[in-house]
């Protein structure tokens, strides 16, 4: 089976993490009234209701990107501030850092899964042990901000206890018999906090005040239709 090396930095150490597959997993709130929310702004788009939540999505293996900037069509894509899991060789070789559900939202009224598959998915450069976060897992949080008209906003801010509890990741993967191993998984973002915004760059951070550490990643939105 083909794969990809993703390098990232864990414990000051440069590793290079082989992947043969990359899902994301969309609709994974913990709180269903809120996941139904999140389905109802999407309606306002134009999204269809999904058939089942959550809802796994494959994306390309080439979509991951570490580079700082990433490249659209059109004016309505955005990024969302996700978790994301990275499986490597061995059971106990479980890896989490940030990156981003980048999304073509105008394609996404169309075909959900097109609209995953279009644009790239930029994670950070850094990821934590699992089993380094796994006791405070719910105080971890996660943070977004986009930058409109040159100024940043506040995009994204909440505790990751808005979404599934890691173990219900697992069983979810399971039941859809994704094999965890040599796999990175976007497993699920907290709510926005006023709707969907289309800005020229993206920052996420994975904080973690526990341990006084965080995780943090940027990227530039470059719309090659609007190039001179």
């Given at each position: 089976?083909?794969?990809t ?11 290079e993490i082989k ?19 999140h389905i109802?702004e ?25 580079t ?6 059109g ?17 106990d ?5 940030v990156?981003?559900d ?7 009224t169309i ?16 990821a ?8 405070h ?7 977004s901000?986009v930058k ?6 506040e ?6 206890n ?5 173990n219900?990741?697992?069983s ?21 906090l ?16 526990i341990?006084?550490d ?15």
């Amino acid at each position: 089976m083909s794969t990809t090396l993703l390098p990232l930095m864990i414990n000051n150490e440069q590793r290079e993490i082989k992947v043969s597959h990359v899902y994301c997993i969309g609709y994974a709130g913990r709180n269903i009234e809120k996941t139904m929310e999140h389905i109802v702004e999407l309606e306002k788009i134009g999204v269809p209701r999904p058939k089942e939540i959550p809802t796994l999505y494959p994306v390309r293996r080439n979509s991951l990107n570490q580079t700082g900037e990433i490249e659209v069509l059109g004016g309505e894509s955005s990024g969302e501030a996700e978790i994301v899991l990275v499986f490597g060789d061995k059971e106990d070789e479980v890896f989490i850092t940030v990156g981003s559900d980048h999304t073509d939202r105008s394609l996404e009224t169309i075909d959900i899964n097109q609209s995953k598959q279009i644009c790239d998915k930029p994670l950070a450069q850094k990821a934590w042990k699992l089993k380094d976060v796994i006791n405070h897992w719910d105080n971890l949080i996660l943070s977004s901000e986009v930058k409109l008209d040159g100024k940043w906003k506040e995009y994204q801010r909440a505790k990751i206890n808005e979404i599934i509890p890691l173990n219900d990741i697992k069983s979810f993967l399971n039941k859809k018999a994704v094999p965890m191993k040599n796999i990175v998984v976007f497993s699920g973002t907290v709510p926005l906090l006023e709707g969907f915004k289309y800005g020229t760059a993206f920052k996420m951070s994975f904080i973690d005040e526990i341990q006084n550490d965080e995780i943090y990643a940027e990227y530039s939105i470059t719309r090659l239709d609007a190039e001179e």
